[in-house]
């Protein structure tokens, strides 16, 4: 499926009924609805395809990282954290133990319910909030990472809790080109909102 533009007036009450926290948040929607990529890849900073640590055509995950042997439903896999810690090692992240912007460092949040890792969100590059891909609905800033967590029932499942904060410097984002495609894509999505201003 291509990106979808859907109207601020579907989305807005879609999100807040999958996500109760949101009711009470200060979120808006960053991009369209779009099934290419889902949360992990857009941590990453890709928009080009699912990232998830399962061995399927599906999905990547870095070479070298650990993967599971999963069935094919994706709601039914544990995954580990630790799973999503390694993979993005590859990409220079550490885990920390703080959320709270650092001058010098990209921050992502790794979620964990009862069947392990669940989402990341990706830390805003100047620490104004956080960037989440929502299944496959649309990417959103939302202020707190508590705004996504809990029950997501119209999704039938819990994103749980954040499990873990991972970081990075700039300089490691800049050599693997990452700053660049956020840039480009948060460009992009600019774009995209000055032709679609309903998404507001």
């Known amino acids: 499926m291509a ?12 999100l807040t009924g999958a996500f109760p ?23 990453a900073c890709r928009t080009d395809r699912k990232w998830w640590p399962v061995d399927h055509p599906e999905f990547y995950w870095p070479p070298k990282s650990p993967v599971i042997v999963a069935p ?3 709601l039914l896999w544990f ?5 999503m810690i390694q993979g993005f090692r590859t990409l220079g992240y550490q885990p920390c133990d703080s959320h709270e912007f650092e001058f010098g460092y990209q921050k992502v949040a790794i979620y964990e319910n009862e ?9 805003h590059f100047l ?6 891909k929502l299944g496959n609905a649309e990417d959103i800033f939302h202020g707190k990472l508590t705004d996504i ?17 991972l970081k990075r410097s700039w300089w490691a984002a800049l050599v693997r080109l990452c700053l660049f495609r956020c840039w480009w894509t948060a460009f992009r ?4 909102r000055m032709a679609h201003p309903s998404w507001k």
């Not at 620490?127 to 989440?132: A, E, I, N, T």
């Not at 997501?152 to 904060?165: D, K, L, N, S």
């Not at 999505?189 to 995209?192: A, C, E, G, I, V």
Request: glycine share 6%; proline share 6%.
């Open 3 to 14: 990106a979808q533009f859907r109207h601020a007036s579907v989305v807005r009450p879609a």
């Open 115 to 123: 069947t392990g890792a669940t989402h990341m969100a990706r830390q």
């Open 189 to 192: 999505h600019w774009l995209y």
């Open 149 to 165: 967590e809990g029950s997501t029932v119209a999704m039938a499942f819990q994103y749980g809790e954040v499990a873990q904060i």
């Open 127 to 132: 620490g104004r909030g956080w960037l989440s």
């Open 21 to 43: 926290n949101l009711k009470n948040a200060t979120w808006r929607i960053k991009s369209p609805s779009d099934d290419t990529y889902q949360c992990i890849a857009w941590a």
């Open 79 to 83: 995954t580990p954290v630790d799973y």
């Open 72 to 74: 094919p439903l994706p």
